[in-house]
């Protein structure tokens, strides 16, 4: 039986102005295609592509689910959460010098 692995991840701007959440089944592979201009539009113009925050899950569902719940938190709540497990809010997936 094959092993599903997803993530919801959380993507900020240099200046940490701007934040995205989103989902994925290949959290490297997705890192790269927002820093490379392919991730979403919104990620594109405001040059989101820091990863800072991702849980992983079995079920996409439960996923999605997150995803969504992530998204309607306050801004404010989202920072805590980030604070929490990446207080320094350093890219988990540094680029290669």
Do not use: C
Not at 11 to 16: A, C, E, F, K, V
Not at 49 to 68: D, G, N, P, W
């Amino acid at each position: 039986m094959r092993e599903h692995r997803y993530w919801v991840y959380i993507l900020t701007s240099p200046s940490l102005s701007a934040m995205y959440i989103g989902v994925t089944n290949d959290l490297g592979r997705r890192v790269f295609e927002h820093r490379n201009g392919l991730g979403s539009e919104f990620a594109k113009k405001y040059q989101v592509r820091r990863l800072v925050y991702s849980e992983e899950f079995e079920q996409v569902e439960e996923a999605i689910a997150r995803e969504k719940q992530l998204k309607g938190w306050k801004r404010i709540r989202k920072n805590e959460l980030v604070r929490a497990a990446n207080p320094e809010w350093k890219d988990l997936m540094p680029e290669d010098d």
